[in-house]
T-cell receptor, first 115, second 109 residues
Framework: DTAVSQTPKYLVTQMGNDKSIKCEQNLGHDTMYWYKQDSKKFLKIMFSYNNKELIINETVPNRFSPKSPDKAHLNLHINSLELGDSAVYFC??????????????FGEGSWLTVV | KQEVTQIPAALSVPEGENLVLNCSFTDSAIYNLQWFRQDPGKGLTSLLL?????REQTSGRLNASLDKSSGRSTLYIAASQPGDSATYLCAAGDYKLSFGAGTTVTVRA
């Protein structure tokens, strides 16, 4: 079974549209994350939730809104998509944030292309 | 703000050669240092996690060292194989991970 799964894997959409990416983890972790990987391959954290509570919110346009219905799910909704939003979005989870043993498990990514 | 740099950006070696991948970070107040592998079109797979109190971790042919005082970590891969071809990312962790841009490794058969 896939530990961290996200859908869709590929998404091509027009500027101005609203889209969502879903993420689920079956590891029993309390903390989930969204990371963005840009064209230069840098991975940057966007959000982190712990037990459905937002704990990290980096400088991300408010067009991006994460939603965590329960601790196993963290969805990412993006309004009014722009060309610069084209990237790979990775969902991840971990059990021990803020500790030395915090191993993070990543999903396979969602490739978003805005045209 | 934590900044992580990986050198070299790309590396091509013949099969059997040992690989040395370097990672440097600017803020030594980290909880851990993690190495990941990323295959094209895939997510990240955790390879090794070195806790801040540790100097190194080993898993099979992989060995990673950590020197917090100098802000450096090195990943060694012994006796490289074509299957080791991938991008290797290091990440310095406090409450979140700060990633380097990765080293893309090609092992030639």
């Amino acid at each position: 079974d896939t530990a961290v799964s996200q859908t869709p894997k590929y998404l091509v959409t027009q500027m101005g549209n609203d889209k969502s990416i879903k993420c689920e983890q079956n590891l029993g972790h309390d903390t989930m994350y969204w990371y963005k990987q840009d064209s230069k391959k840098f991975l940057k954290i966007m959000f982190s939730y712990n037990n459905k509570e937002l704990i990290i919110n980096e400088t991300v346009p408010n067009r991006f809104s994460p939603k965590s219905p329960d601790k196993a799910h963290l969805n990412l909704h993006i309004n009014s998509l722009e060309l610069g939003d084209s990237a790979v979005y990775f969902c991840a989870s971990s059990q021990d944030p803020g500790t030395t043993r915090n191993t993070i498990y990543f999903g396979e990514g969602s490739w978003l292309t805005v045209v | 703000k934590q900044e992580v740099t990986q050198i070299p950006a790309a590396l091509s070696v013949p099969e059997g050669e040992n690989l040395v991948l370097n990672c440097s970070f600017t803020d030594s107040a980290i909880y851990n240092l993690q190495w990941f592998r990323q295959d094209p079109g895939k997510g990240l797979t955790s390879l090794l996690l070195i806790q801040s109190s540790q100097r190194e971790q080993t898993s099979g042919r992989l060995n990673a060292s950590l020197d917090k005082s100098s802000g450096r970590s090195t990943l060694y891969i012994a006796a490289s194989q074509p299957g080791d071809s991938a991008t290797y990312l290091c990440a310095a962790g406090d409450y979140k991970l700060s990633f380097g841009a990765g080293t893309t490794v090609t092992v030639r058969a």
